[in-house]
């Protein structure tokens, strides 16, 4: 089991940037994906990036491509996210999440921190 805690989130205007931190700690880290994920109001909660701590591969969802970027410090155990150019749309509670192995579901998560972009 691997235990998460977000930190960074924050107001922000249109076009600024954040970073957002996840400190990792517990068992099988090594061999985990650690995911973002955000949950807009009245919205599903989606996976915008995720890195692969074995290799350090990454995914980015369609939408922050070229904005966004997961990093990780493993001197640290914490993965981070920078989020620049930021739009009112990526509004939300911003969540860390881990699961071992390369795909299924994503069993251990943080309690979120909020992200909120004005227009």
């Known amino acids: 089991q691997v235990q998460l805690e977000e930190s960074g989130g924050g107001l922000v205007q249109a076009g600024g940037s954040l970073r957002l931190s996840c400190a990792a700690s517990?068992?099988?880290?090594?061999?985990?994906?650690l995911g973002w994920f955000r949950q807009a109001p009245g919205k599903d909660r989606e996976n915008v990036a995720r890195?692969?701590?074995?290799?350090?591969?990454?995914y980015y969802k369609d939408s922050v491509k070229g904005r966004f970027t997961i990093s990780r410090d493993s001197t640290k155990n914490t993965v981070y996210l920078q989020m620049n150019s930021l739009k009112p749309e990526d509004t939300g509670v911003y969540y860390c999440?881990?699961?071992?192995?390369?795909?299924?579901?994503?069993?251990?998560w943080g309690q979120g921190t909020q992200v909120t972009v004005s227009s």
């Open positions: 517990g068992r099988g880290l090594s061999s985990s994906d």
């Open positions: 999440a881990a699961r071992a192995g390369k795909a299924g579901p994503y069993s251990d």
């Open positions: 890195i692969r701590w074995s290799d350090d591969s990454t």
